[in-house]
């Protein structure tokens, strides 16, 4: 599966964004969907994740009541709507496909087989 990530660009503190992964090549719904982001001179982090039913949802607690991971296998598309940004959100963010996670390792880049591109987010204070 190829992934496509967009959506991303520059925000003020407080405003919000959308982003969208779109796959193709195989339908996305036999995937569990995954957000992570990439600050510059940091590890790439787990932001939230999707099971592919789109029944359990995960998040970091960092963006834990802000951002809302949904998917939509209609349209092959994941998206990640961020509310309340904070400077701190301001990284390079990732979509990410996994044919099968398990919760306790979920939050890990190594469960993940196929990567987007990323797009950048830039939130100014």
């Known amino acids: 599966v190829q992934l496509q990530a967009s959506g991303g660009g520059l925000v003020q503190a407080g405003g919000s964004l959308r982003l969208s992964c779109a796959a193709s090549g195989r339908t996305v719904s036999i995937y569990d969907m995954a957000w992570f982001r990439q600050a510059p001179g940091k590890e790439r982090e787990f932001v939230a994740a999707?099971?592919?039913?789109?029944?359990?949802?995960y998040y970091a607690d960092s963006v834990k009541g802000r951002f809302t991971i949904s998917r939509d296998n209609t349209k092959n598309t994941v998206y990640l709507q961020m509310r309340s940004l904070k400077p701190e959100d301001t990284a390079v963010y990732y979509c990410?496909?996994?044919?099968?996670?398990?919760?306790?390792?979920?939050?890990?880049?190594?469960?993940?087989?196929?990567w987007g591109q990323g797009t950048q987010v830039t939130v100014s204070s």
């Open positions: 999707v099971r592919r039913s789109g029944g359990s949802t």
């Open positions: 990410a496909a996994a044919l099968r996670t398990i919760l306790t390792t979920i939050r890990f880049p190594s469960s993940y087989n196929y």
